[in-house]
T-cell receptor, first 109, second 115 residues
């Protein structure tokens, strides 16, 4: 089963913050986050490998709650360049890979 | 430049006419994978390959075939395409899963329309 992401879509003004959640009905052993701009390929943002881990890149960070089988992506002081669709991904078995349902983010000037 | 190259980028064809979408990577990655992307469904894995001559089914393998005869190439074959295979397809590669911090690198996508 695909991880479920929420919200499905969000519209922000530049400078506002957003949180995107990724929840799985199965155990999560690692969580990957990707961003896909319209008409382009997904681009890797970060991987979280264990529960409690938090990572950040510039003003985008993420957390991983292994017990709750959930990960959250935090976008702080959003910029126009943050617009796109965000996907979480996980490896339910050694080599299979499953992406979440996606969250469309639009940042307005 | 490290990259995953897919061809063609766009293809319109008719039901039943066999087609192949090629994928090549220049990063010496062991793992390669095909996904299809449909509105509201996100990215779904079709097939993946752990190494040369080793492939396995993803979540939506019906109607597709793959082969991995060389490490760098992983073509996707539609033997008898049908309209429900109209989609945006992505090839991706990475170092072996299970190795920490191994992101997938995606090709630019192939938009396939089957009439």
């Amino acid at each position: 089963q695909q991880p479920v992401q929420s919200p499905q879509a969000v519209i922000l003004r530049e400078g506002e913050d957003a949180v995107i959640n990724c929840s799985s009905s199965k155990a999560l052993y690692s969580v990957h986050w990707y961003r896909q701009k319209h008409g382009e390929a997904p681009v890797f943002l970060m991987i979280l490998l264990k529960g409690g881990e938090q990572k950040g890149h510039e003003k985008i960070s993420a957390s991983f709650n292994e017990k709750k089988q959930q990960s959250s992506l935090y976008l702080t002081a959003s910029q126009l360049s943050y617009s796109g669709t965000y996907f979480c991904g996980t490896e339910p078995s050694s080599y299979k890979y499953i992406f979440g349902t996606g969250t469309r983010l639009k940042v307005l000037a | 430049e490290a990259q995953v190259t897919q061809n063609p980028r766009y293809l319109i064809t008719v039901t039943g006419k066999k087609l192949t979408v090629t994928c090549s990577q220049n990063m010496n990655h062991e793992y390669m994978s095909w996904y299809r992307q449909d509105p509201g469904l996100g990215l779904r894995q079709i097939y993946y390959s752990m190494n040369v001559e080793v492939t396995d089914k993803g979540d939506v393998p019906e109607g597709y075939k793959v082969s991995r005869k060389e490490k760098r190439n992983f073509p996707l074959i539609l033997e008898s395409p049908s309209p429900n295979q109209t989609s945006l397809y992505f090839c991706a590669s990475s170092k072996q899963p299970g190795t920490p911090n191994q992101p997938q690198h995606f090709g630019d996508g192939t938009r396939l329309s089957i009439l």
